[in-house]
């Protein structure tokens, strides 16, 4: 069979009325840029981008109050000069700015927002582990022609595309537009993404687990028991051996899900209950959850579905609970309990 290419596949989409032409052009675009952060990553010390941000001794601190990656900033511009000119865009956010970025004058104007974290795991980079960049895709309010961030602030249901691409020892793009989650690895003779995988499914139940153990001190107590239960294993109450994968990239971790099923958590503790949680709903928790949801997972904050959250700001952070279904409705139903809701 020939292989089907990212646009055949999309094209294919828009004739069974899946996807209109401007959120169409706004994936290749994606995707087209994406390459284009592929080959900065995979020259490593060679291209110049490793280390940190930052000129003159000073540090460069992204508005998330982290310090920036060169391949952070790098990643960024990219994404941004891709999709400033193609007219399918009102605007795009990123992780990496503190407000949203308006299509400039000179340019066509679409109906859509973006929404990208350009490096998920950057902090990884020098160590050559797979990172990744996530991206969200919204319909711009009716009448809107400067979107402010209010504009952005809509739940995860009202998502029109999301996707992630990793950067590995092959680039793989996983994408959904609410019909099923589709796996693209790129070829690089070629220099175009080839489907690799039509709608991908998620076991439902699984024995591998996700999370960063070093912050166990600080979980609120349903996660400690539950957490506890997996590592008990067969002579705990659960009866069965898990094994645990943490490669703090999680795109990294997301894939390994999509692609042989798991948990992965990053829940509340005392250290980032003030903010809320650890991930970033709208560049991270939603676009994850779509992708996931659409591949028969679930995806939670450890009480309620992520992709119904209300947003409250552009860079709000909750907990996130994610993979194969049954899991985590385990997670999930332990704090309902602890809590007395369920």
Known sequence: MQPISLIQFLIEARRAGHINAELSLLIEVVARACKRIAVATSKGALGGVLGMAGSDGTQSINVQGEAQKKLDVISNEILLEANAWGGH??????????????????????????????????????????????????????????????????????????????????????????????????????????????NVRIPEQTAEFAINMSNQRHWQAPMQRYIGELLAGKSGPRGKDFNMRWVASMVADVHRIVTRGGVFYYPLDAEIEKQGGKLRLMYEANPMAFIVEQAGGAASTGRQRIMELQPTGLHQRVPVFLGSKDEVEVATNCHLQADGTH
């Open 89 to 198: 865009l009102a605007a795009c956010a990123s992780e990496e700015m503190e407000d949203p970025q308006q299509i400039p004058d000179r340019y066509p104007k679409g109906n859509h927002l973006l929404m990208f974290d350009p490096l998920d795991g950057s902090s990884n980079i020098d160590v050559n582990i797979s990172v990744g960049t996530i991206f969200s895709v919204l319909h711009c309010p009716d009448g809107v022609t400067e979107p402010k961030a209010e504009h952005f602030l809509q739940p995860g249901t009202e998502q029109l595309a999301a996707g992630y691409v990793v950067y590995g020892p092959a680039t793989v793009l996983v994408l959904t537009f609410g019909h099923g989650t589709h796996e693209f690895t790129l070829d690089r003779e070629v220099g175009s993404f080839v489907l690799t995988r039509r």
